[in-house]
């Protein structure tokens, strides 16, 4: 068990006036106590640790969440209830942007204590990570550079979107990872104005910019990053767009440093493209937190509240995306270090023409 973690959980239920806290999303789990399995309940108090889960993942819990006990429970709603109300307490912080209202509904009926929305407790907890979740994370992009390396001679005409997503997932899961954190997307020529595109069966064609966003997840952790690639010579047009996105992406890594604001990291690359003239076709934030989500906190964006902290691993990803042309993007994860910034990814960002 992480103790460290423990206390600072300890800290937030007192400074939320918070008896206890319920856990039940996969990556809290796994957070607080360890337990990988995904499906169940952890239920803390200053007095207990709780892990309550089905027949089908007790030995594993009992492996795994150390310090923890670990409650069969195949009623999970009214065991959890049972385990509050045994636990005397009155007030219980939950994660409310994962448990559903028909759970909840149920488990405020059954308990009959104050359920307290305490998404950011958690959150902020989980965005300054330790050494070894940095590891992890640094482990997972050396994993999915290596399966991404493996594809780059297959990036040939002819190939498909889909054959493409495919073949580098194949190559990212036999470099080591757990698996892939998200679908992989890979858009060419003007698919690529879809930022999060699905691959289709459409051929890569010549001349076309063809993005791909992948990652790997090793011991949980993910890893997250965007390369666009070229297939032949790029026009003068894609050269001045590509150029632009990349000096975005560069300019925004050589601001993070601790105590400046995320709104500001983000207007620095918006205000590249901006000036580039590609500001309209800018439509997301710069970035997103990455740990045992592939999206968790920090956002990167004009809506960003906050300031960059040591221990923080967020990406930068600019992108122009234009309708009937294509788009761009580029991204990478750094790591806030006490002057600046590290990355995590390692792929060269200069335009590769295939
Ligand atoms: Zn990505
Ligand atoms: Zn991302």
């Not at 001045?240 to 105590?259: L, M, S, T």
């Not at 207007?267 to 309209?280: D, N, S, W």
Request: aromatic share 8%; charged share 25%; glycine share 10%.
């Amino acid at each position: 068990m992480n103790s460290a973690r423990i206390n600072r959980l300890y800290d937030r239920l007192n400074k939320e006036g918070i008896e206890a806290f319920l856990f039940t999303s996969p990556e809290n789990l796994r957070y607080v106590c360890g337990f990988t399995g995904g499906e169940g309940a952890v239920f803390i108090t200053p007095k207990q640790k709780l892990v309550l889960t089905d027949s089908r993942y007790v030995l594993q819990a009992e492996r795994e969440a150390e310090g923890f006990r670990v409650l069969e429970s195949n009623r999970r709603w009214e065991d959890v209830a049972s385990a509050i109300k045994d636990s005397g307490v009155k007030r219980v912080g939950f994660e409310s942007y994962h448990l559903t209202h028909e759970s909840y509904v149920e488990l405020r009926r059954r308990s009959k204590v104050a359920l307290i929305p305490a998404p950011m407790s958690i959150k902020e907890i989980r965005a300054i990570k330790e050494k070894e979740e940095i590891s992890c994370m640094r482990k997972a992009a050396r994993i999915a550079e290596r399966g991404f390396t493996q594809l780059i001679p297959q990036i040939t005409v002819k190939h498909r979107e889909k054959e493409l997503a495919l073949t580098l997932e194949y190559h990212i899961r036999k470099a080591g990872a757990d698996r892939t954190p998200f679908e992989i997307i890979v858009v060419s020529g003007k698919r690529g104005a879809h930022p999060h595109g699905t691959p289709s069966g459409k051929e890569i064609k010549k001349g076309e910019f063809v993005t791909i966003d992948f990652g790997a997840a090793y011991q949980g952790y993910c890893a997250d990053e965007t390369c666009t690639l070229i297939v032949g010579s790029p026009t003068l047009q894609q050269k001045r767009v590509y150029d632009a996105v990349k000096e975005a992406h560069d300019q925004a890594i050589a601001a993070v440093a601790p105590g400046v604001k995320f709104t500001e990291i983000d207007a620095i690359a918006r205000t590249v493209l901006e000036r580039a003239g590609l500001g309209k076709y800018f439509r997301h934030g710069t970035g997103h937190g990455v740990g045992l989500a592939v999206h968790e906190a920090p956002s990167i964006s004009p809506r960003g509240e906050g300031e960059a902290e040591a221990g923080m691993v967020f990406t930068i990803e600019p992108g122009v995306y234009v309708p009937g042309w294509g788009g761009v993007r580029i991204e990478d994860m750094v790591e806030v270090t006490r002057h600046g910034c590290e990355l995590i990814t390692g792929i060269p960002k200069e335009l590769q023409i295939i």
